[in-house]
């Protein structure tokens, strides 16, 4: 947990660009969504009254899952300062949640250059990967008493055994 809120904060809030990176990396520990899933999320998508996430899996199965209060504090962030930058206008991109600096969408390599960049900042890991908040998305949840059929859904599998492989449980 204490590597989590380490690497959770590097960030910052201070410009769109960390504001956007610190809303991206709640999301992901926040909701256990994979990668792929994070850089698909439309405005659409989100529900920051309700908090919760639309979220187009493998096998294009949608779900909805949760996010926490940090992730939509830094949401909310994100999106007011990219609301007055004239880059996240485009029209073509305008439904994406996660652009670059160009406006674009960001990909899943993009994604894994700033998780690289923030690890560094924070002294943690760099073997760490996007992959990993989701472990311990998945992790910190059962350890706090979630059940496991609970955590296979939120994580989108098909098959509890997946799910126990994922959490390392027998």
Do not use: C, W
């Amino acid at each position: 947990l204490e590597q989590v809120q380490k690497l959770l904060d590097a960030p910052g809030d201070g410009d769109i660009l960390s504001a956007r990176d610190r809303a991206m990396l709640e999301v992901l520990y926040s909701s256990g969504i994979r990668v792929s899933e994070l850089v698909e999320l439309e405005m659409s998508d989100i529900d920051l009254q309700e908090g919760a996430l639309r979220v187009r899996g493998k096998g294009r199965k949608d779900r909805i899952t949760p996010i926490g209060s940090q992730a939509i504090k830094a949401l909310q962030r994100y999106f007011e300062m990219r609301g007055m930058d004239p880059r996240s206008q485009k029209p073509e991109h305008t439904g994406r949640v996660f652009l670059n600096k160009h406006g674009e969408p960001l990909s899943t390599r993009s994604v894994r250059r700033k998780l690289d960049k923030y690890l560094t900042i924070a002294g943690l890991d760099p073997g760490i990967s996007p992959h990993t908040l989701r472990h311990s998305f998945a992790t910190h949840l059962l350890n706090n008493g979630a059940d496991l059929r609970s955590v296979q859904e939120l994580l989108g599998h098909q098959s509890l055994s997946t799910t126990q492989i994922y959490t390392h449980l027998t």
